[in-house]
C-alpha cells in the first residue's frame, strides 16, 4: 500500500479478504473469525470495517496492531481467518498481495 489513507486501507482489505473467500471456495457461513493486524504506520481505519462492508457482519473480527520490528516491510496488513473446511491443511491457499509476497517465499 502506497499511502495510510482511508480509502485506500479499505480497498486494499476488502481485496485481500476477497481473494481468500475465493480462492477457498469459502462462503460466510463456513467462516468462523478473522484477525486483522496492521504495520503501525497504518492508522486510518480498522480493517474490520471493510470485511463488514463485504458481507461478513455475523463474523466475529477482530484488529490489532503488529509489533514494530526494525527493518520489518511497511504499511502491510494480515488476515488470519479461521474457517471450517473439508481441505486437507496442504490444499488451503494462503494469499499474499501487491508485494507482500515476499513475506512468504516459500509458497508457490
Not at 23 to 49: H, M, W
Not at 59 to 67: F, G, R
Amino acid at each position: 500500500m502506497a499511502e495510510d489513507e482511508r480509502a485506500t486501507l479499505l480497498a486494499a482489505t476488502a481485496k485481500l479478504v476477497g481473494q481468500m473467500i475465493e480462492r477457498n471456495g469459502l462462503q460466510t457461513k463456513d467462516i468462523v473469525s478473522v484477525l486483522f493486524t496492521t504495520t503501525p504506520d497504518l492508522r486510518s481505519a480498522f480493517p474490520a470495517e471493510a470485511a463488514r462492508e463485504i458481507g461478513l457482519t455475523s463474523v466475529p473480527l477482530l484488529c490489532a496492531q503488529e509489533i514494530d520490528v526494525e527493518g520489518a516491510m511497511p504499511r502491510v496488513i494480515r488476515v488470519l481467518m479461521h474457517f471450517e473446511t473439508g481441505a486437507a491443511q496442504g490444499d488451503v491457499e494462503h494469499v499474499y498481495l501487491d508485494g507482500a509476497e515476499v513475506l512468504r517465499d516459500d509458497l508457490p
